[in-house]
C-alpha cells in the first residue's frame, strides 16, 4: 500500500523560504521509472504542479518558478524534500505530494501553508 | 505552456442520467497510440483522485461507469450512469510535456 504525507511549518513569513517533506512508504525511489512530485492548489481554485524528481535523480520543474524551486531526495530514508525560496502570499495553497509521474496515481492529504507578514 | 480549457465550468445532471465533460488541449498530446491526458476527481477536503489514466484506460478500482475518450486536442470524460457521489470537481491533465498542467475544473453536481 502505498502512502504519502506531507509536513511543512504552517505560516510563514513574506520573503521566508518554505521547507516541505514528503515522507513516503510502499515503493522506493531506487526503483527504476519512479518519480515523486509537489503540486499545490490555493483555496478553491485550481491545480498548480510545481516539481517531479525521479529515481535516476532527473529533476524537473515547472518554468514558471523554476528560479525559485529545489527539489531532492532521501532515497534510504524514503523522503523528497520541496523548498521554494522568498515567498510572498500568492504562494498560499495546500502542498500535495505526489507518486509517479506522469499521472499521479497516488496523493497525500496535503499540508496547508499559509504566508503571511 | 499547454493550456487545457475544460467545459462547461459546471454542470448540473439528474441522478442516473450522463455526465460528458470536455477537454480541449492548445496543442496536440497524443500520438498515434497514446493519449497524454489523465482525469481526475476532487471532492470537497480530499486530494483528487486519478479515474482515467492515458486518455482511456481506467484506473484499478474505479467504477465503470466513468469512461474516457479522444485524442489529438480534444478529451472527454464521461459518467453514466452518475450517481448521488460523483458530485465533485473533474479536472483533466495533460502529460505530453514538461510543465504538466491541468484544466480549470468541471463541477458536477447531481440532482
Known amino acids: 500500500q502505498v502512502t504519502l504525507k506531507e509536513s511543512g511549518p504552517g505560516i510563514l513569513q513574506p520573503s521566508q523560504t518554505l521547507s516541505l517533506t514528503c515522507s513516503f512508504s510502499?515503493?522506493?525511489?531506487?526503483?527504476?521509472?519512479?518519480?515523486v512530485g509537489w503540486i499545490r492548489q490555493p483555496s478553491g481554485k485550481g491545480l498548480e504542479w510545481l516539481a517531479n524528481?525521479?529515481?535516476?535523480?532527473?529533476?524537473r520543474y515547472n518554468p514558471a518558478l523554476k528560479s525559485r524551486l529545489t527539489i531532492s531526495k532521501d532515497t534510504s530514508s524514503n523522503q523528497v524534500f520541496l523548498t521554494i525560496a522568498s515567498v510572498d502570499t500568492a504562494d498560499t495553497a495546500t502542498y500535495y505530494c505526489?507518486?509517479?509521474?506522469?499521472?499521479?496515481?497516488?496523493w497525500g492529504q496535503g499540508t496547508l501553508v499559509t504566508v503571511s507578514a | 505552456d499547454i493550456v487545457l480549457t475544460q467545459s462547461p465550468a459546471s454542470l448540473v445532471v439528474s441522478l442516473g442520467q450522463r455526465a460528458t465533460i470536455s477537454c480541449r488541449a492548445s496543442?496536440?498530446?497524443?500520438?498515434?497510440?497514446?493519449?497524454?491526458m489523465h482525469w481526475y476527481q476532487q471532492k470537497p477536503g480530499q486530494p483528487p483522485k486519478l479515474l482515467i489514466k492515458?486518455?482511456?484506460n481506467l484506473e484499478s478500482g474505479v467504477p465503470a461507469r466513468f469512461s474516457g475518450s479522444g485524442s489529438g486536442t480534444d478529451f472527454t470524460l464521461n459518467i453514466h450512469p452518475v450517481e448521488e457521489e460523483d458530485t465533485a470537481t473533474y479536472y483533466c491533465?495533460?502529460?505530453?510535456?514538461?510543465?504538466?498542467?491541468f484544466g480549470g475544473g468541471t463541477k458536477l453536481e447531481i440532482k
Open positions: 491533465q495533460h502529460s505530453w510535456e514538461i510543465p504538466y498542467t
Open positions: 524528481i525521479w529515481w535516476d535523480d532527473d529533476k
Open positions: 496543442l496536440s498530446v497524443s500520438t498515434s497510440n497514446y493519449g497524454y
Open positions: 505526489v507518486g509517479t509521474a506522469p499521472w499521479f496515481a497516488y
Open positions: 510502499g515503493f522506493s525511489l531506487s526503483s527504476s521509472g519512479l518519480g
Open positions: 492515458y486518455a482511456s
